[in-house]
């Protein structure tokens, strides 16, 4: 316990201070936490050997404690192969702290499993700090030449999990997704930085569906797909202060992958700047029948830095015309703003709105919007397919409502 007393009192001392101050002038006995560190079950901090079973032991000591718990990595890099965090644990307040680095094997056929590391049916889990690196450059090239490849690995998932916080992390080089919650309640991710090259493909940065109460705060996504994507059933979801570029922008969808398909509602992207990306904020969804919807969204306060789709709503997605070709989406989009959305585009299309023949895109409202040509060689265009909404203030390129 001295170890972890000094370890707080070095990282984070107000706290120890604190309870220690009411224990000696209040007699009121500290906060019980137990901290386990991996090195201590094993794990091996210079990569040569698998530390899967040390983190395993790690967690299943915390998850079983009846106090709020602890895990720390020390500095060094730890390999891991798949690993699956399960609850339900004895205490809701269990933070994992790294100071390392967590690799996997080099061999990107090794994890035989949608993820890399997954938490699992948890409640108040926290991480802080530390470096995840998928190892994905192989798997790339082997997709970008055409080989026979597997899919690859979700570098950090969350299912059916609640009161989750992600702080000061950083995920390079992830093989698939970076990170993902999925069936989530209560999450916050604060201070994160995702990094893949621009050619590294399926790499989204943040993926979020079926999950509510979500926030993404001062947060760098750079990588080869979407910086933030969002699925089906996600509602109360906040971005702010998240710059985006290379990748592909912030996208709601793809939607309408199945005919019965929860919607999305109450999504807020604020203060954002993209640069570079080849979208902006797109909404999609395939042109095919759904009973999903997108509703109540606000895209304020962001700033397009040679984007070349800067705001697009594609309601015929129907990649290599598979099972939707001449077919409508079902998806019904309406209360949608866009508001203080300034900066470049790349492309003379600035402002695009392709929505269903069956099921008009309406509500939609534009409000002190200027979006410029990148090379100012003409003027920036807009156009509306089956849109209906509003344009107020100053609205550059001209509303095509």
Request: neutral net charge.
């Amino acid at each position: 316990m001295r170890q972890t007393w000094s370890y707080l009192l070095r990282h984070d001392p107000l706290p120890v201070l604190l309870s220690l101050h009411l224990f000696f002038v209040f007699g009121i006995p500290a906060k019980t936490l137990t901290t386990f560190n991996v090195v201590s079950f094993g794990a091996h901090p210079f990569g040569e050997y698998d530390s899967t079973h040390a983190f395993l032991a790690a967690w299943s000591q915390a998850c079983r404690s009846p106090h709020p718990a602890s895990i720390y990595v020390p500095p060094g890099e730890f390999r891991l192969g798949h690993v699956r965090f399960r609850g339900q644990c004895r205490n809701n307040d269990i933070s994992i702290t790294i100071d390392g680095k967590l690799v996997p094997s080099n061999d990107f056929q090794s994890i035989d499993d949608e993820y890399w590391l997954l938490f699992e049916f948890v409640d108040g889990v926290s991480i802080h700090g530390g470096v995840l690196d998928g190892r994905g450059a192989r798997l790339w090239d082997c997709k970008n030449f055409g080989g026979t490849c597997p899919q690859g690995a979700t570098t950090l998932g969350f299912s059916k999990s609640k009161n989750i916080e992600i702080k000061g992390l950083t995920s390079v080089n992830s093989q698939f997704f970076h990170i993902v919650f999925n069936g989530c309640r209560k999450v916050r991710v604060k201070d994160v930085k995702v990094m893949a090259p621009e050619n590294s493909p399926n790499t989204d940065g943040i993926h979020v569906q079926f999950s509510s109460d979500v926030t993404i705060l001062h947060s760098e996504i750079r990588t080869g797909d979407d910086c933030v994507s969002i699925g089906p059933g996600t509602s109360d979801l906040r971005i702010e202060h998240v710059a985006c570029g290379p990748g592909h922008g912030i996208s709601i969808g793809s939607l309408a992958r199945e005919m019965d398909e929860p919607g999305v509602e109450r999504v807020t992207v604020k203060a954002v700047n993209m640069t570079g990306t080849q979208n902006g904020v797109r909404i999609k969804s395939w042109g095919r029948p759904s009973n999903g919807f997108v509703r109540r969204i606000v895209f304020q306060n962001i700033l397009m830095l040679g984007v070349q789709n800067p705001i697009i709503i594609d309601q015929n997605y129907c990649p290599d015309n598979i099972n939707c070709p001449r077919q409508a989406s079902g998806v019904k989009i309406k209360d949608v703003k866009y508001k203080m959305i300034k900066g470049t585009s790349a492309t003379q299309v600035a402002v695009k709105f392709d929505c269903s023949s069956k099921h008009p895109c309406n509500s939609l409202r534009v409000e002190d919007v200027n979006l410029t040509l990148h090379e100012e060689e003409a003027e920036a265009q807009a156009l509306c397919k089956n849109a209906a909404g509003t344009s107020s203030s100053w609205v550059r390129p001209q509303s095509c409502f």
